[in-house]
């Protein structure tokens, strides 16, 4: 009988060692079940979800949140850069480098001047996890305006209409159309906004409107140049007329760019 006790604990002592070379039990939080992780795995870097709603957010503000990532592999998960799709919204990084079971926070700052309505931006993580090198998370969010933004005209009233082509937000409404015209201009400059083949993003779809009309033309190159009067997202383009980032030939260029793409839509309706 004892002969008999003595090789049961041999074999579970056995079983035991053999398990924790194989698998190791992580990182008991609140709210989070443990992971068992094969110690012998490749890095594997996992987020919470890769859609994050921030809800209603206000306009004109620093709105700052948390994305945490863990690596659910057994060797070390090295983050090799941490971007964001607009310089209006910044990521910063706790640390680069996890070992297995490890968690680590990235912190956002999204400055919503200028902002509002549906946003969308997209975090990208790069690492060295074999299988997804690459994990995007959509931050989603509605701007909403403050009192303090509105005004006794139902017209909204911010703290600078320039501030898209200043700072870290420069390089997505200034410098990537620097020196383009045209198609290559409009996928620069409002793209990101109206969707590349102005189809509509975000933002409203332009080519919708009748170009064949004098006044259209008239009305979206006024609107290009000298921004919405009710939506600051909308912000006036026009260096000559408000120290804005384009040239008149630019804002010409675009308008010139839309009613074609018009009338490349009316001929294709169902493409």
Do not use: W
Request: proline fraction near 6%.
């Amino acid at each position: 009988m004892k002969r008999s006790s003595s090789v049961g604990l041999v074999l579970i002592s056995l079983a035991t060692i053999v398990l924790c070379g194989l698998l190791v039990l992580f990182k008991f939080k609140p709210n989070l079940a443990p992971v068992l992780v094969d110690a012998y795995s490749p890095p594997k870097l996992v987020t919470p979800a890769l859609t994050v709603d921030l809800g209603l957010i206000p306009m004109e503000e620093h709105v700052g949140t948390n994305l945490s990532i863990s690596n659910h592999g057994g060797k070390l998960l090295a983050i090799k850069k941490v971007s964001s799709s607009c310089g209006c919204t910044v990521a910063k990084l706790k640390t680069s480098t996890l070992k297995a079971g490890a968690s680590t926070t990235i912190n956002i700052d999204m400055d919503t001047r200028l902002k509002l309505g549906p946003i969308e931006k997209t975090i990208d993580i790069d690492s060295n996890d074999p299988v997804n090198p690459r994990v995007s998370i959509k931050l989603v969010a509605q701007v909403h305006p403050t009192e303090k933004q509105k005004t006794h005209d139902g017209m909204l009233k911010v703290s600078d209409r320039l501030a898209l082509f200043k700072g870290t937000c420069k390089t997505c409404h200034v410098d990537k159309g620097v020196g383009k015209t045209g198609q290559e201009l409009f996928i620069a400059d409002c793209g990101m906004c109206h969707g590349v083949d102005a189809k509509g993003g975000v933002s409203p779809g332009l080519l919708g409107l009748d170009y064949s009309k004098p006044a259209t033309l008239a009305y979206v190159r006024g609107m290009i140049a000298n921004g919405s009067p009710s939506n600051p997202a909308m912000a006036p383009f026009s260096q000559k007329l408000h120290g804005g980032p384009l040239s008149e030939d630019q804002i010409d260029s675009l308008v010139n760019f839309l009613q074609y793409q018009a009338s490349v839509a009316k001929e294709k309706p169902h493409e």
